[in-house]
């Protein structure tokens, strides 16, 4: 019989397998711009980006709003009411053509819908494996993008199905833009639909496959594990009252052996010499301990330190995360909100932007595992410092390699993967610098920098650099990366406590 925890997994996976197709919007929306369009000739391909980015904000301020309703009642509860929200709003999103309605409608409920449902399937996860929280932080996450992998091709097919190139026009203000024509627009609400109907199937067998946690009795385990008194560890009935004596340990602050102990075991050499398979049965507890300690070390670096959501406010790690995400996030979001309408620009084919998409979403997801395992056996600012030259290489180098089909392939692509690092890493940080029991409500306001990223990216994107060289917008990513990058090089995982 299949394993209940691992059946649980599967379930979460599944859930984020199904929000995660938020990340379709980059994908879908020059449809959605060209049907609206048939009705108001004056949108534009640019400014129907902030869909994605207001997505992905209300998805972050989400987060509180999951927190209520496990405050209250479970984390499963908080996935039926997101799952919900989130098949409903694609439904009724099926009979909108209007641009306002499109922002609501899709942008800020889709977004909450996902919000709400993305930390309760992930908590849900982790406590089925707590000593692996960085893996299991990135198979889920990272199915998370793993939908939009196959659901892109799935929308375009269901759209575009013959790759009909879109065409240009003058819009308002003489500027001239490409809207896909008018038999292709009007598949649009078929496409929601079907997306609808095919979300509710799989979000009905997560649903049925996860099982539900009480959050309050875990956070009462591991508090009254963390205030625990030292306790013998049980020996064998078989052992001397001495092996008991020299076993005793606690489980949670584990000792490793000093000079006091080496001494000790020296000048009661001789009397163990009769005993050599005791002396070699404590020299493997010893050994076990130590690798033990180092484990729990590894997984939770400040085990003494309890302190609550405003003092967290007043760290220095918080700040130095919290600012650099919304500076470095930008990039990814960019890469992953307007990859097709800048391909547009280029005059490249759908099919090829939709492969594109389609790529990134798919190696942004299964990357996830791998830079959760790269976190486990490092730390945050190794693994946080590779990201930020990545892509400070990508950004800095992009306006001259864009204009080549391969290149301009593999740019985006490692974009995307950087963008799947950033989220990655904020769930298994919070709890290994500010401990289970806190860390799962600092990871909540951590996304929201997130979120304000992606705002950031859009009010560049559209108002800032409409004068300027295209170019000059990825110098000034390049830029926001860089000064991440300067702050994370004194970043410190040890909380200092006054």
């Not at 005793?248 to 009397?271: C, F, P, R, V």
């Not at 967290?312 to 130095?320: A, D, K, L, S």
Request: include cysteine.
């Amino acid at each position: 019989m299949v394993n209940r925890k691992i059946l649980t997994v599967l379930g979460c996976v599944l859930t984020h397998f199904t929000i995660g197709t938020i990340y379709c919007t980059g994908n879908i929306m020059p449809y959605v711009t060209s049907y609206i369009f048939l009705k108001d000739e004056s949108v534009t391909m640019a400014s129907m980006t902030i869909v994605f980015y207001i997505c992905i904000l209300t998805y972050a301020l989400s987060f509180q709003i999951n927190n209520l309703i496990q405050s209250r009642y479970t984390p499963k509860k908080s996935i039926y009411a997101g799952a919900v929200l989130y098949v409903i709003v694609v439904f009724v999103t099926a009979a909108c053509q209007n641009r306002i309605a499109i922002i609501i409608i899709y942008g800020i409920l889709l977004g909450c819908g996902s919000g709400i449902a993305y930390p309760a399937a992930l908590m849900i996860a982790i406590s089925c494996y707590p000593d692996r929280k960085g893996l299991i932080t990135g198979i889920v996450v990272g199915s998370f993008a793993v939908g939009a992998f196959c659901f892109n091709f799935i929308a375009t097919g269901i759209v575009n199905p013959e790759n009909v190139k879109p065409y240009s026009r003058v819009v308002s203000g003489g500027k001239t833009e490409k809207f896909f024509e008018e038999s292709i627009a009007k598949n649009v609400p078929k496409m929601f639909l079907i997306l609808a109907a095919i979300y509710t199937v799989q979000l009905t067998i997560a649903l049925f496959l996860i099982q539900d946690i009480d959050v309050k009795a875990v956070n009462a385990a591991a508090a009254a594990a963390a205030a625990k008194p030292q306790e013998p560890i049980t020996v064998k009935d078989n052992d001397s009252p001495k092996n008991k004596k020299r076993t005793t340990a606690d489980s949670n602050n584990l000792k490793i052996m000093g000079k006091d102990d080496e001494d000790a075991d020296s000048q009661s050499e001789n009397s163990d010499q009769q005993e050599p398979n005791e002396n070699s049965d404590l020299e493997v507890q010893d050994q076990e301990k130590k690798t033990e300690y180092k484990r729990i070390q590894t997984l939770i670096i400040n085990p003494d330190v309890n302190l609550t959501v405003t003092q967290v406010f007043m760290t220095r790690q918080f700040h130095q995360i919290f600012w650099c995400f919304i500076l470095s996030g930008t990039a990814g979001l960019f890469a992953v909100a307007s990859f097709k309408t800048i391909g547009i620009k280029y005059g490249y084919d759908d099919a090829f932007l939709t492969l594109t998409g389609s790529l990134g979403s798919i190696l942004n997801g299964t990357m996830r595992p791998l830079w959760g395992m790269l976190f486990d056996k490092t730390s945050f600012r190794f693994v946080y410092l590779v990201i930020l030259i990545t892509q400070i290489i990508m950004c800095v180098t992009f306006p001259e390699v864009s204009k080549f089909k391969p290149a301009f392939l593999i740019w985006l692509v490692i974009l995307f993967v950087c963008s799947g690092g950033h989220f990655t890493l904020l769930a298994p940080t919070a709890v290994r610098i500010y401990s289970r029991i806190t860390g799962g409500k600092v990871y909540s306001y951590f996304i929201i920098a997130m979120g304000l990223a992606s705002m950031c990216v859009y009010f560049i994107q559209v108002y800032a650099t409409v004068k300027l060289e295209p170019s000059v917008f990825f110098y000034i990513l390049t830029g926001l990366s860089f000064c991440s990058l300067v702050s994370t090089i004194f970043f410190s995982e040890v909380l200092k406590v006054q």
